[in-house]
């Protein structure tokens, strides 16, 4: 027999899938619970989400239940879910931050930002909900906020210990370290700390060699140039990086490649839940700079997409790599 949240949701129009339901339990368990939701003795944790506080509860603890299942396979549900929750509590952040994280998906990225930016740190959240404090950077970044973007993960990187998730780690290390190295001297200082620290956790398999090349890069942009090219030829040039590159990023490369297009670029901005999401145009940099003493054409291709933006503070610092025979850098 179904339980009467899960009768509840099918007499609502939004039938639970069977595999949703087994999975509940689960979801509940990963998700951030907000007060409603919550078990009513904290000892006891058989209930989860279903043991609430009434009718009006059940509903909504179910809406966000089901929304945050269906998140990744199905972010046009969640974002239902979330509007039917917030019908019902409208003062309550946690379906704003639903909402929120299901627009990202739906690369909606100022939408997301307006609905992370009010919520994701309302003080009846959880302070430990690492994923979606990385996600209103990622929204702020994606929207063009950079300082607002470099405000969130500031705030993210004392609580990714709140993870035991060694990817999400390194991903929002790696997205913090790309933001902060932009945020003048201090920033940059910031970024070389984090990423320092990072080549010292445990490896995460597919994300060590980013995180070194990123570290070099930075570096190179803070006057230490023979520690960067150290770290710099201990990689195998840039090719291996280039699997990073976004749809944004290979259209640049093949635009600097024949000949100026005019117009912006067509290829959409992308959000990945395991992958680090980069400022526009700065992974042009770090293959650049990691592909100088290996591989002149790569790095000559890379460096002239980046200064092919003609905006950011390390112009200047691309455009001396492209013209200087000291650092092997192609002409």
Same mark, same amino acid.
């Given at each position: 027999?179904?339980?009467?949240?899960?009768?509840g949701?099918t007499l609502?129009?939004?039938?639970?899938?069977?595999?949703?339901v087994a999975?509940?339990?689960?979801?509940?368990?990963?998700s951030?619970?907000?007060a409603? $939701?919550?078990?009513?003795? *904290? !000892?006891?944790?058989?209930?989860?989400w279903?043991?609430?506080r009434?009718g009006v509860?059940e509903?909504?603890c179910a809406?966000?239940a089901f929304g945050?299942?269906r !998140?990744?396979?199905d972010?046009d549900a969640? !974002?239902e879910?979330?509007r039917?929750?917030?019908k019902l509590?409208?003062k309550?952040?946690?379906?704003r931050?639903?909402? @929120?994280r299901a627009?990202l998906?739906?690369s909606?990225?100022a939408?997301?930002?307006a609905?992370?930016?009010p919520?994701v740190?309302?003080?009846?959240r959880p302070l430990g909900d690492v994923?979606?404090l990385r996600?209103?950077g990622?929204?702020?970044l994606?929207?063009?906020?950079l300082?607002e973007?470099?405000?969130?993960y500031r705030?993210l990187?004392?609580?990714?210990?709140?993870?035991?998730?060694?990817? !999400?780690?390194?991903?929002?290390?790696?997205e913090?370290a790309?933001v902060?190295?932009?945020d003048?001297?201090?920033g940059l200082?910031d970024?070389?700390l984090y990423?320092s620290?990072?080549?010292?956790?445990?490896?995460?398999?597919?994300?060590?060699d980013?995180?070194?090349?990123?570290?070099?890069? $930075?570096l190179d &942009?803070a006057g230490n140039?023979e520690q960067?090219?150290?770290l710099?030829?201990? *990689?195998?040039? @840039?090719f291996a990086?280039?699997r990073?590159q976004?749809a944004?990023?290979?259209?640049r490369l093949?635009?600097?490649?024949?000949a100026?297009v005019?117009g912006?670029?067509?290829?959409?901005?992308?959000f990945s839940?395991?992958?680090?999401?980069?400022?526009?145009?700065e992974?042009?940099?770090?293959?650049?700079f990691t592909?100088?003493s290996r591989?002149?054409?790569?790095?000559?291709?890379?460096?002239?997409a980046?200064?092919?933006?003609g905006? @950011?503070?390390?112009q200047?610092?691309?455009?001396?790599?492209?013209?200087?025979?000291?650092r092997?850098?192609? &002409?």
């Open positions: 027999m179904l339980a009467p949240w899960v009768l949701l609502l129009g939004a039938p639970p899938r069977a595999s949703e999975a509940l339990r689960t979801f509940a368990a990963a951030p619970r907000p409603p $939701c919550r078990p009513a003795l *904290l !000892l006891d944790e058989s209930g989860l279903e043991r609430t009434g509860t509903r909504y809406f966000l945050y299942a !998140l990744r396979s972010p969640a !974002l879910f979330a039917r929750a917030e509590y409208p309550l952040a946690e379906p931050v639903l909402l @929120g627009l998906r739906k909606d990225f939408g997301a930002y609905a992370l930016a919520s740190s309302d003080a009846g994923a979606a996600e209103l990622v929204a702020a994606l929207s063009g906020r300082p973007a470099a405000a969130a705030a990187i004392p609580r990714v210990a709140f993870t035991s998730d060694p990817t !999400l780690i390194r991903v929002a290390t790696l913090a790309s902060l190295a932009l003048g001297p201090a200082a970024a070389i990423l620290e990072a080549r010292r956790a445990p490896s995460v398999p597919g994300l060590d980013i995180a070194t090349a990123l570290l070099a890069l $930075c &942009r140039g960067a090219q150290i710099a030829r201990s *990689l195998d040039g @840039g990086l280039e990073f976004s944004r990023d290979r259209e093949a635009r600097t490649a024949l100026p005019d912006p670029i067509k290829a959409p901005l992308e839940e395991r992958e680090p999401t980069w400022v526009d145009g992974l042009h940099a770090v293959i650049g592909a100088l591989d002149a054409r790569l790095a000559k291709a890379q460096l002239l980046y200064v092919s933006l905006a @950011g503070p390390f200047d610092w691309a455009k001396k790599l492209l013209n200087s025979p000291a092997s850098a192609p &002409r």
